[in-house]
């Protein structure tokens, strides 16, 4: 029996979904954060960055971030970080301290909207603070204090397939920076809130690796 032409094309695709489902997202880089510079605060994900807001009087956008991400507070700076489906999906602690709050909230599922997701996938920044999914999603979210008190809050907000998270950190466990946080199975979008202590390094549209790329350093 002859088989189609486009056999082999499709037998590809499938053995290709396969691998990068199974296998490719599952990969486990060795990260050992290089920088020595004090209050320097490290992505706490792979991808692209989304958008960088200022925080004022708790609010980013007029969206409050103590619903976003459970923290309360009321000066700094917003980042957002789409991990897509070729980006590491491990996540880690961006600083040192002890983890003042680690839960999950639930929500909905909704969907980045396909020409957003498309851009995304193309390597082209799309601002997701405003999405349905930001404000609504199912989430994660832990805050680190480090010694001087400064704290950093990092949250995961699941993607339409829901937040398929493994999680590793406690209440109360001290952690250092590079320390893995969470695996995210299907990727999504990570925030991370700074304090006004600290001043964005990156812009919109940059690449960061997690545990390695310097995102925040000391205010000047």
């Not at 956008?61 to 619903?67: I, M, R, T």
Request: no cysteine.
């Amino acid at each position: 029996m002859r088989l189609p032409r486009r056999f082999p094309l499709l037998a590809a695709f499938a053995a290709g979904v396969w691998y990068l489902r199974s296998v490719y997202r599952f990969r486990d880089p060795v990260r050992l954060p290089a920088t020595q510079d004090a209050g320097a605060i490290l992505s706490p994900a792979d991808g692209l960055v989304s958008f960088v807001r200022r925080i004022e009087g708790g609010r980013a956008d007029g969206l409050s971030v103590a619903e976003l991400l459970g923290t309360p507070q009321q000066e700094g700076w917003l980042l957002g970080i789409f991990t897509g489906p070729l980006d590491v999906h491990f996540t880690y602690a961006p600083a040192e301290g002890t983890v003042l709050s680690a839960g999950r909230k639930p929500g909905a599922r909704a969907a980045v909207p396909v020409s957003d997701a498309a851009q995304l996938l193309a390597g082209r920044a799309v601002d997701l603070l405003g999405s349905a999914a930001v404000r609504g999603n199912e989430r994660y979210s832990y805050a680190v204090q480090g010694e001087g008190g400064q704290v950093v809050t990092v949250g995961l907000i699941a993607p339409g397939a829901g937040l398929n998270a493994t999680t590793y950190l406690d209440e109360g466990q001290t952690v250092r920076q590079g320390n893995k946080a969470a695996f995210l199975a299907e990727g999504g979008l990570v925030l991370l809130a700074l304090p006004d202590t600290v001043t964005p390094q990156v812009s919109v549209g940059e690449r960061v690796r997690g545990a390695e790329t310097v995102v925040a350093g000391q205010a000047v």
